[in-house]
Nanobody, 124 residues
């Protein structure tokens, strides 16, 4: 079992930055692939970024590549999403997810555990 709690969302102007955090409890975190997804109003949930168990491999959606960075601290059971140069289209609820098989990846169906989400609103 892995319980996930996101924090760090809020209102930010376009061009600004936010850091999202996801605190995990449960012994499976250090062996889980981790991902961030988001859902804009009226849209489907979409992949944002993921990181391997070791943290050495990362993958990003094209829309956020070069602006967002995912990183994890297995000693503290946390994973973060640093978001820079935010755009209006980055607005949405951001979810942290864990795949205890360790694979992770871009497909949401692979993730067994999800946080409740944190709202990011980018204004002009």
């Amino acid at each position: 079992q892995v319980q996930l709690v996101e924090s760090g969302g809020g209102l930010v102007q376009a061009g600004g930055s936010l850091r999202l955090s996801c605190a995990a409890s449960g012994r499976s975190f250090s062996t889980s692939g981790m991902g961030w997804f988001r859902q804009a109003p009226g849209e489907e949930r979409e992949f944002v970024a993921c990181m391997s168990v070791s943290g050495r491999s990362t993958y990003y959606a094209d829309s956020v590549k070069g602006r967002f960075t995912i990183f994890r601290d297995n000693a503290k059971n946390t994973v973060h999403l640093q978001m820079n140069s935010l755009k209006l289209e980055d607005t949405g609820v951001y979810y942290c997810a864990a795949d205890p098989t360790g694979y992770g990846g871009t497909d949401s169906v692979r993730y067994r555990y999800w946080g409740q989400g944190t709202l990011v609103t980018v204004s002009s």
